[in-house]
């Protein structure tokens, strides 16, 4: 059983904060990723890790950084939101070895930039 | 530039029938491809995963299948229930470049299966 968990499920906060979104994962996987999905789109991947101080950029280009420090732990950070931030943001981990791995996903945030 | 397109967008059918959800892909240099259901307001949870060197892959009523060649993959739901209802992502896996086995993902298909 995947055991992902992000936080907060929703966020409704006013332009110019800015705001960390959690993600958590207790499977010991080496492999985390960002992704944001607008209504009835796709996802598009925003960042991705291999490990602990790995991090890199996504296919869609993103305002956020994010940062892996411990392997469980994969935060996401807006400096300073803006409206066209608005989408939710979804967060997902997979076994290394080979690519061969079935990514597993957290429930998501849904942030609102007023 | 790996693309994936799902078809149709959304589809409704009465409990109890079968039904197909198809997949296509520009790239096939792919490590695998992959079936994801996501529900209203959720994440989403791994259907079933083909790897390149596979055919097709089945977990209950579900069988999907993988055809590098035409660059497609389709989802075959057998006795369909109201419980089916859920948006399905197909998401194929890189194999190149520094991207290496992330995934593109297609819209989805909205299923809806009414009682």
């Known amino acids: 059983e995947a055991d992902i968990y992000q936080t907060p499920r929703y966020l409704v906060i006013g332009t110019g904060k800015k705001i960390t979104l959690e993600c958590s994962q207790t499977?010991?996987?080496?492999?985390m990723y960002w992704y944001q999905q607008d209504p009835g789109m796709e996802l598009h991947l925003i960042h991705y890790?291999?490990?602990?101080?790995?991090?890199e950029k996504g296919d869609l280009s993103s305002e956020s950084t994010v940062s892996r420090i411990r392997t469980e732990h994969f935060p996401l950070t807006l400096e300073s939101a803006r409206p066209s931030h608005t989408s939710q943001y979804l967060c997902?981990?997979?076994?290394?070895?080979?690519?061969?791995?079935?990514?597993?996903f957290g429930d998501g945030t849904r942030l609102s930039i007023l | 530039k790996q693309e994936v397109t799902q078809i149709p967008a959304a589809l409704s059918v009465p409990e109890g029938e079968n039904l197909v959800l198809n997949c296509s892909f520009t790239?096939?240099?792919?490590?695998?491809l992959q079936w994801f259901r996501q529900d209203p307001g959720k994440g989403l949870t791994s259907l079933l995963l083909?790897?390149?060197?596979?055919r097709e892959q089945t977990s209950g009523r579900l069988n999907a299948s993988l055809d590098k060649s035409s660059g497609r993959s389709t989802l075959y739901i057998a006795a369909s229930q109201p419980g089916d209802s859920a948006t399905y992502l197909c998401?194929?896996?890189?194999?190149?470049?520094?991207?290496?086995?992330?995934?593109?993902f297609g819209k989805g298909t909205k299923l809806s299966v009414k009682p």
């Open positions: 997902a981990s997979s076994e290394s070895g080979t690519s061969n791995q079935p990514q597993h």
């Open positions: 998401a194929a896996s890189s194999l190149g470049g520094g991207s290496q086995g992330n995934l593109i």
């Open positions: 890790s291999y490990g602990v101080n790995s991090t």
């Open positions: 083909i790897q390149s060197s596979q």
């Open positions: 499977m010991g996987h080496d492999k």
């Open positions: 790239d096939s240099a792919i490590y695998n």
